[in-house]
C-alpha cells in the first residue's frame, strides 16, 4: 500500500515527440541549469536564451559605471533573474549591503532561493516584493544608495513561460501582468477598451503602424461574442486585422505587429509608464551625493522618458553628470543573446 502511494506521488517528466524538446514544459534539461550545465552552455552559445533562465545584459558596461566598493550600501531596483543582483553582490565583497526589489512573487521566490545557494543570504541582500517606483519606502531604511541600476526589460523566464501569456508564439491565457496576484489581465483589458482607447494604446506604446485596423478587429470580434482570452486568439485577430495586405508582406507583417501589440498591452495593464515616470522623479532623492544610477531600456519610449529625465534634473542641478549618448551591447554579446539587441543603457550622477 505504501510502496502503491509513493508511485502515485511520482510524476514522469513530460514527453515530447521527435528528437528535440520544443515546448516549455518539455526543455526539462533547460528549466534545471544547475543539473545540466552542459546542455544550458550549448543552448545559449546558439544564441538563444535558455527555457527558465535570463540572460544578464550589459553586465561588464554596468559595472564599469557603477563603480562598486566593499562596503557600499545599493539597489537592485528589477531583480528578475538576478544576474546583475549576483555579480554587484560579488563587488561587495561581503561588506554593504544590497537591496533589491520584484513586483513579481513567482520568479522573486525562485531568485531568492537561488541567490541564498550561491552564499548570498539576508546578511548581504534584502529582496523585498515592491514595485521599483515605491523605492524611496526601502531608501528611508536604507539611508540612502550609493548605486541603482533599473532593468527595464521583461524577463526571458516570463516571456518563455506560456502560462503568463507574454508571448503569441504559444498558447496561454492572455495575461501580461508582471505580478499576476494584482490588477487586471490583457483579456479583460481587452473587454473595456473603446477603439479610439486601444488605437490610442497602439500607437503610443509600441508605434503599431496598423493601430486602427487591429483595434476595429478587436472590437469586432468581441461584439460578434467571440472572446479573446488566450495568446493566440490575440494573434488570430491580427492576423485577420492584416489580411488586406498583399500575401508576401502578411508573414512578416503579423510577426511584428503581434510583438507590438502585446508590447503595448504588457505597458498600459502595467501601469509600466506611470511607473517609470514616478522612478525617475523620485531617484535623485534615494541616491548619496555622488551616487551612481544605470537604466537599461528596451524601447524608444522608455528610452524617451530617462533621457528627457535625466537632462531636466542635471539643469535643476540634481544630477552633476548624464549619459550623452546611449551605451549599448557588444557585437559579440548580441550574437550570444539575440534579445540584447534592442538594449540601451543611460547613467547619471548624483550631485
Same mark, same amino acid.
Given at each position: ?31 534545471q541549469p544547475e543539473k545540466y550545465a552542459d546542455t544550458v552552455e550549448h543552448v545559449i552559445k546558439k ?32 531583480? /528578475? ?18 537591496? !533589491? ?18 552564499? %548570498? ?9 515592491? @514595485? ?10 536604507? +539611508? ?16 518563455? @513561460?506560456?502560462?503568463? +501569456? ?16 494584482? /490588477?487586471?489581465?490583457? &483579456? ?6 473603446? %477603439? ?8 503610443? @506604446? ?18 460578434? +461574442? ?35 501589440? *502585446? ?6 495593464? @502595467? ?7 514616478? *522612478? ?10 555622488? +551616487?551612481?544610477?544605470a537604466i537599461l531600456t528596451f524601447h524608444s519610449g522608455e528610452d524617451r522618458l530617462v533621457k528627457k529625465? %535625466? ?19 557588444? &557585437? ?15 547613467? !547619471?550622477?548624483?550631485?
Amino acid at each position: 500500500m505504501e510502496q502503491q502511494e509513493k508511485q502515485e506521488q511520482h510524476k514522469r517528466r513530460v514527453r515530447y515527440k521527435g528528437t528535440h524538446p520544443k515546448t516549455y514544459k518539455e526543455k526539462y534539461k533547460e528549466l534545471q541549469p544547475e543539473k545540466y550545465a552542459d546542455t544550458v552552455e550549448h543552448v545559449i552559445k546558439k544564441g538563444s536564451t535558455p527555457a527558465g533562465m535570463h540572460l544578464s545584459i550589459c553586465v561588464k558596461e554596468i559595472l564599469e559605471f557603477l563603480q562598486i566598493k566593499p562596503g557600499q550600501v545599493g539597489l537592485d531596483a528589477t531583480l /528578475g533573474y538576478g544576474g546583475h543582483t549576483k555579480e554587484m553582490l560579488k563587488c561587495l565583497e561581503g561588506r554593504g549591503h544590497l537591496y !533589491a526589489l520584484d513586483v513579481d512573487t513567482i520568479e522573486m521566490e525562485k531568485t531568492r532561493k537561488r541567490l541564498l545557494e550561491q552564499g %548570498f543570504g539576508p546578511e548581504i541582500l534584502t529582496i523585498r516584493h515592491l @514595485n521599483f517606483a515605491d523605492m524611496d519606502q526601502v531608501a528611508e531604511e536604507a +539611508g540612502g544608495f550609493d548605486f541603482v541600476l533599473a532593468d527595464l526589460g521583461v524577463s526571458s523566464m516570463q516571456i518563455d @513561460n506560456p502560462d503568463r +501569456g507574454f508571448t503569441y508564439k504559444f498558447e496561454g491565457p492572455l495575461d501580461l501582468r508582471l505580478d499576476p496576484s494584482r /490588477g487586471v489581465t490583457a &483579456a479583460e483589458r481587452l473587454k473595456e477598451v473603446s %477603439f479610439e482607447e486601444l488605437t490610442g494604446m497602439l500607437v503610443e @506604446n509600441s508605434d503599431e503602424p496598423y493601430a486602427e485596423e487591429i483595434a476595429r478587429a478587436v472590437l469586432k470580434e468581441q461584439k460578434d +461574442g467571440r472572446d479573446i482570452s488566450t495568446t493566440t486568439r490575440l494573434k488570430e485577430v491580427i492576423e485577420k486585422a492584416l489580411s488586406f495586405l498583399p500575401a508576401s508582406e502578411q508573414k512578416e507583417a503579423v510577426k511584428k505587429s503581434c510583438q507590438r501589440t *502585446f508590447q503595448a498591452l504588457r505597458i498600459d495593464v @502595467n501601469s509600466e509608464f506611470e511607473v517609470l515616470y514616478a *522612478f525617475l522623479e523620485k531617484l535623485p532623492g534615494v541616491l548619496k551625493p555622488g +551616487g551612481r544610477a544605470a537604466i537599461l531600456t528596451f524601447h524608444s519610449g522608455e528610452d524617451r522618458l530617462v533621457k528627457k529625465s %535625466f537632462k531636466q534634473l542635471k539643469k535643476e542641478g540634481l544630477y552633476s553628470e548624464v549619459a550623452e549618448d546611449v551605451i549599448r551591447p557588444s &557585437a559579440e554579446e548580441c550574437a550570444r543573446n539575440s534579445r540584447a539587441k534592442s538594449t540601451k543603457m543611460r547613467w !547619471a550622477v548624483k550631485a
